[in-house]
């Protein structure tokens, strides 16, 4: 049951950091990019704070790593870790402090974290099959949510950066999916896919339903993405319910049962991403 919390009164004499034209300009299209707004503590320290979080060894019932398997040599490599906020100070701060202002902006009302995670993408590392958010968040029954990328290294054409898709998440449909979970590929391919690049230091924050993609790395470095997922606190707080629902039926490999099957689980929380 979604807990009842009072709604947070909201006019546009309320913005904290954005202009009423870009919050028109994220609800038109689906997507607002925002260059440099990060503190500059924080944009230079991101790579660094990444990397400690690589570091940290696979354990259960903390951070949450996950692997993808190089098609070439048959080894693991990290593709994402989770549930990271509890132990990095300079993330939290700036996940519950700045972004989550802004994401109140576009919200029209308070906003609270869902989920974080960073991708990893490898030199050769898989892309991301082209999808649309929403039906990873069914858990606890929401619509309305909203991620922001925080670019650790530059996301450009060669790195694997993003592209999405603007206006039509207005339509606040879920698309015919292939086995993977990615948008049907006909469907896909009729698409007008819009680039996307970022630099540390920028903020992009795009709708659930907004439909997204990435591409393999060719470049010679490791692309590395911090996602952060918002929704309005009026639904409620899930960031705690949704951690333990995804340990629950789709763990990292260290909390795994040998003699589980975790397909079920990976049709919600491994929606078109090469996770094994």
């Not at 202009?19 to 707004?37: A, C, H, P």
């Not at 951070?63 to 939290?92: A, H």
Request: proline residues 6%.
């Amino acid at each position: 049951m979604l807990s009842k919390i009072p709604k947070y009164f909201f006019s546009s004499a309320s913005l904290k950091y954005l202009t009423k034209e870009q919050v028109k300009s994220y609800e038109e299209d689906g997507y607002l990019i925002i260059k440099n707004m990060l503190p500059a503590h924080i944009k230079s320290n991101l790579a660094k704070l990444s990397s400690q979080l690589e570091e940290l060894p696979e354990t259960p019932g903390k951070w949450m790593k996950y692997y993808e398997v190089d098609k070439r040599t048959g080894q693991r490599m990290l593709c994402r870790i989770e549930n990271f906020l509890p132990f990095s100070s300079d993330l939290s701060e700036i996940s519950y402090g700045l972004i989550t202002d802004i994401s109140t902006d576009l919200f029209g009302e308070q906003a609270i974290i869902y989920k974080e995670k960073i991708n990893f993408k490898f030199p050769k590392g898989s892309g991301f099959n082209a999808h649309q958010d929403q039906p990873a968040f069914v858990s606890f029954g929401i619509d309305k949510l909203l991620t922001v990328l925080l670019p650790i290294d530059p996301n450009t054409r060669i790195s694997g950066g993003l592209d999405m898709v603007r206006k039509i998440h207005k339509e606040r449909k879920i698309y015919s999916q292939n086995s993977d979970g990615s948008i049907r590929t006909d469907i896909e391919a009729k698409m007008n896919w819009t680039p996307v690049d970022g630099e540390p230091g920028d903020l992009v924050f795009f709708d659930s339903f907004a439909p997204h993609r990435s591409d393999i790395n060719f470049s010679t470095f490791t692309r590395r993405n911090l996602y952060l997922t918002y929704n309005p606190l009026s639904l409620g707080s899930f960031r705690e319910m949704y951690y333990e629902e995804k340990r629950r039926l789709f763990p990292p490999e260290c909390e795994r049962d040998p003699n589980k099957d975790y397909s079920e689980g990976a049709k919600v929380f491994n929606v078109a991403n090469p996770i094994k």
